[in-house]
């Protein structure tokens, strides 16, 4: 549609889901849900700004950051809304960033690259670990600095035996 769609699914057979121009939302209502971004083809679900895991459905909803920019090209950025009893799994390579509060609502912030995800503070939120071992000069690696005053690559030589190996790190 052309304005401010509110677009309700009790699972997930939809076929496909425009919310076209305006700020839409999709309210996922089923209990046990698990809508996975990442691999939910692009054609299938578009033009969606907001998506709120209704309370008590214990839905997953799972963002990868290709996704949330061909999800809503025009401000690459996603709202998730919910409780405690779903959860929102990020894919590799998101960081947290400083939580926005929006009408009252508190939301935690993560970025990666030009993507954008904000998720309501009560909604669980799983990030992959990276285990710094593994990483290889061909796999490819990036630190993630949140803000441009956080002093991220300052040394930290004074801060000690941080790890109890009993030696300074």
């Given at each position: 549609?052309?304005?401010d769609?509110?677009?309700?699914?009790?699972?997930l057979?939809?076929?496909?889901?425009?919310?076209?121009?305006?700020?839409?939302?999709?309210?996922?209502?089923g209990?046990?849900l698990?809508?996975?971004?990442?691999?939910?083809?692009?054609?299938r679900?578009?033009?969606?700004?907001?998506?709120v895991?209704?309370?008590?459905?214990?839905?997953?909803?799972?963002?990868s950051p290709?996704?949330?920019?061909?999800l809503?090209?025009?401000?690459?950025?996603l709202?998730?809304?919910g409780?405690?009893?779903s959860?929102?799994?990020l894919?590799?390579?998101?960081g947290?960033?400083?939580?926005?509060?929006?009408g009252?609502?508190?939301?935690?912030?993560?970025?990666s690259?030009?993507?954008?995800?904000?998720?309501?503070?009560?909604?669980?939120?799983?990030?992959?670990?990276?285990?710094?071992?593994?990483?290889?000069?061909?796999?490819?690696s990036f630190?993630?600095a949140?803000?441009?005053?956080?002093e991220f690559?300052?040394?930290?030589e004074?801060?000690?035996?941080i790890?109890?190996d009993?030696?300074?790190d």
């Amino acid at each position: 549609g052309q304005g401010d769609d509110v677009i309700s699914i009790n699972d997930l057979s939809f076929q496909v889901i425009d919310g076209g121009l305006g700020n839409d939302t999709l309210n996922i209502l089923g209990v046990g849900l698990d809508l996975n971004l990442a691999t939910t083809s692009e054609t299938r679900l578009s033009g969606i700004e907001t998506i709120v895991l209704a309370n008590s459905t214990f839905s997953v909803l799972s963002v990868s950051p290709r996704r949330v920019l061909n999800l809503n090209p025009l401000s690459n950025s996603l709202t998730v809304r919910g409780d405690a009893s779903s959860l929102v799994n990020l894919t590799v390579g998101w960081g947290e960033t400083d939580s926005q509060i929006d009408g009252g609502v508190t939301y935690r912030v993560f970025v990666s690259g030009q993507a954008r995800v904000r998720v309501q503070q009560e909604i669980v939120v799983f990030m992959p670990e990276i285990l710094l071992a593994e990483l290889s000069g061909e796999t490819g690696s990036f630190l993630f600095a949140g803000n441009a005053n956080d002093e991220f690559g300052n040394s930290i030589e004074s801060a000690g035996d941080i790890n109890g190996d009993g030696f300074d790190d």
